[in-house]
């Protein structure tokens, strides 16, 4: 699924399950940590908005 996206505020739901499905992943920071054994997410923010900005305008949210 080439240049498929999951943005998602859950490590395991949407963070786990994409990387199985060879997804990019955008992670809505609304824990303060990511679970031991999870991959890291492709891009982080503070909110959604900011993820699909960063999935349009790659380079405008560090990740």
Not at 13 to 26: M, R
Not at 36 to 57: E, K, Y
């Amino acid at each position: 699924m080439a240049g498929g996206w999951m943005i998602g505020d859950h490590p395991q739901a949407d963070v786990a399950g994409e990387h199985a499905a060879a997804l990019d992943t955008g992670w809505v920071l609304r824990r303060a940590r990511r679970p031991r054994g999870i991959g890291s997410p492709t891009r982080m923010a503070a909110s959604t908005a900011q993820l699909v900005d960063a999935v349009v305008r790659p380079g405008s949210v560090s990740g």
